[in-house]
Each structure stands twice: as structure tokens, then as C-alpha cells.
């Protein structure tokens, strides 16, 4: 029997097209456009995360390996969760794997966020005195790995936006120099913009490996990039930048 031949574009997923519509911006019509056709978006709805940015830490760990059976993480700004979900089952939080060591997940947002499996979350400003008790104390000990993938509200202003969120970082850098365990990891989103050089130095001060890395999932047009901090010293508590 004679196959039937095709043009084969029907095996082709098609782009979204977003139609402009009556009180919608240019701007917000593009980002449901990019939204509908980003593949991580799409991965994320199907394998039950609670965003694309699941997949940045995903990468990262496949090639630091931070997230590890029976560690501890504290995960700053983790609403929507995300982040949590893939640490939670990389370190055996639910002790699904009896072989492996059961590790811990703690959650910290302002905000309240809806319960994940496996993850204790609490509303907290870190920032806040004694927050670094508190969350040892939740812990049971010192963390082993400190992540953070907060940003700062845009304010539209490119360099302002950029000095706001490196800001955010530094103070989760020195939140997280107070609660590592010695050994432990800080991975931290940045934004590219000329101002980290200072974060960078302090950094390599407190850690013996600091890389700079944009993964994949990272969008190609976002000034975005992560900072994975390994081998804390755990020595220096109140570091200085020293040119």
C-alpha cells in the first residue's frame, strides 16, 4: 500500500500568535506571546513546576551538584516555589529514596505561599534582625546551600534596576555568610550591568569557587545571570571589599 506523502508541517509545533486587543499593551501583548511559545513554560505546565525558573536551578545543579541527598537548603524569596520543588526532591526532603540521606527544605518569602510537599515555609523579611536565628533554629543547624532568586520591583529604569538588584544580592550574600555551614554553597541571580565587580570580591573572599553562569532556561534577551559561590570558608564574618 502506497504511503501518502506529506508535507511534513504538520509535525511542526506552531507559534502562537497573539492578537492585540483593547486595553492591552504592546509590551504585555509581546510578553503572552513569548510566554505561549516558550518551550520551558510549556515543559513547567506538563511536569507540574510552578514556573520556568524551576529549570534554572536544574541546570545549575546538573553542573555544580549542590543539591545533594540530606542537605540543608534555605531558599530566600521562594515564592512561587519553583525552586523549592526541585531542591525538595534532589535532597530527599520526603525521604522517598530509603537509601539516601533525608535533607531539608525551608522556603522564605514575605509573602505568603501555597504549600509545597516536602518544603517548610515560613513568611520572614530576612533582613530583619535575628532572622539569621530564626532560621537556624528552624534548621536545626547551619544551612548548606543559601540560593536566591529574588529580584527587585522594575522601576523601567535599566541601571536602576541593575543597582537594586545587586543590592538584594549582596544582602542575601551576607545573610547567607551567617546561617553556611563551612563547605556550603550561595548560588544568587544577578543582573549584568557593571556593578557586581563589588559583589564578585567579596564574594571570593568568603568562598574558594565563584563562577558566573547564564543557563540555558535563562532567556537569550534577559540580562539575567547567576552567581554559584562553592566552598564557603566560613571564616570571615564580616568581610570588607579589598581592592
Known sequence: MATKKTSGRGQRDLKVQVKSA?????????????????????????????GRAAFKI??????????VPGARIVDLGCAPGGWCQVA?????????RRDKAV????????????????????QLDFL?????????????????????DMAASSSGHKQTDHLRIIALCEAAAYFAFDVLAPGGTFVAKVLAG???????????????????????ASRADSSEKFVVATGFRG????????T
Open 88 to 96: 525538595t526532591a534532589r535532597v530527599n526532603a520526603q525521604g522517598e
Open 235 to 242: 571564616n570571615v564574618k564580616n568581610p570588607e571589599i579589598q
Open 128 to 148: 530583619q534582625e535575628g532572622a539569621e536565628a530564626q532560621v537556624e533554629s528552624w534548621l536545626g543547624g547551619a544551612a548548606d546551600v543559601v540560593m536566591s
Open 22 to 50: 483593547r486595553g492591552r499593551t504592546v509590551s504585555s501583548t509581546r510578553w503572552l506571546q513569548r510566554q505561549l511559545n516558550d518551550p520551558y513554560v510549556k515543559r513547567a505546565q506538563v511536569e507540574g513546576y510552578r
Open 58 to 67: 536544574l541546570e545549575l545543579d546538573e553542573k555544580y551538584r549542590f543539591l
Open 103 to 122: 535533607g531539608t527544605v525551608l522556603g522564605i518569602d514575605l509573602q505568603e505561599v501555597e504549600p509545597i510537599a516536602g518544603v517548610e515555609l515560613h
Open 194 to 216: 557593571g556593578a557586581e565587580g563589588d559583589l564578585q570580591k567579596i564574594l571570593k573572599q568568603q568562598f574558594t569557587k565563584v563562577a558566573n553562569i547564564k543557563p540555558p
